[in-house]
């Protein structure tokens, strides 16, 4: 069974650029959650989808978002990119119906973004 | 609003003498916790997760850990350290905002192996 894939691996950007990371969640699994993990901190929630819809957000600005599609699939948008928005993203997804406490998170290995 | 505090950011070992890391965490409600490893150049995979069964809870790898609910704690061990320990772990715990829950993620704590 194929785990969770994500693309880029690297992404390199400029200040002020618009980054797209997608993100493809294991088969079967409709949630799906974006994190940031800065170097030397540890994940930081940014959004989570489920069949089609944002169910809730991180604290994070309005320039993150996201979609996701109807086969599950989601992506990340990072418009007018900082400096600091250089991290890596990881994506998770969760089996229909993700949002417990108890859910076990699959995760990808990320997207190293790099803003310069 | 719940948190997690992992104690220590590194942790050195002799291969072959016991891991501890470890993670304390506040919470308002009956918690749900997790440990993830987070190997070089790998995904985040789940070592183990507490759900208010068993407090003593094993993992994958040999790794176990104990929910302690008077220490608020939730340390993870392992007896006898391996190199393949070698990685990053991260103790979570599940906060309940609205009608949702969401991860709260520890800072790491990076396990090294020492030969």
């Known amino acids: ?116 | 609003a719940q948190s997690v505090t992992q104690l220590d950011s590194h942790v050195s070992v002799s291969e072959g003498t016991p891991v501890l890391l470890r993670c304390n965490y506040s919470s308002s409600y009956s918690p749900s916790l997790f440990w993830y490893v987070q190997h070089p150049n790998k995904g985040l995979q789940l070592l183990l997760k507490y759900t208010s069964a068993a407090t003593l809870v094993k993992g994958i790898n040999g790794f176990e850990a104990e929910f302690k609910k008077s220490e608020t704690s939730f340390h993870l061990t392992k007896p006898s350290a391996h190199m393949s320990d070698a990685a990053e772990y991260f103790c979570v715990v599940s906060d309940h905002l609205d009608s949702n829950y969401q991860l709260i993620w520890g800072a790491g704590t990076k396990l090294i192996i020492k030969p």
Do not use: M
């Open chain 1, 1 to 116: 069974e194929a785990g969770v894939t994500q693309s880029p691996t690297h992404l390199i950007k400029t200040r002020g650029q618009q980054a797209t990371l997608r993100c493809s969640p294991i088969s079967g699994h409709t949630s799906v959650y974006w994190y940031q993990q800065a170097l030397g901190l540890g994940l930081q929630f940014l959004l989570w989808y489920d069949e089609g819809e944002e169910r809730n957000r991180g604290n994070f600005p309005p320039r993150f978002s996201g979609r996701q599609f109807p086969n599950y699939s989601s992506e990340l948008n990072v418009n007018a990119l900082e400096l600091e928005d250089s991290a890596l993203y990881l994506c998770a997804s969760t089996p229909e119906g993700g949002g417990t406490s108890t859910d076990t998170q699959y995760f990808g290995p990320g997207t190293r973004l790099t803003v310069l």
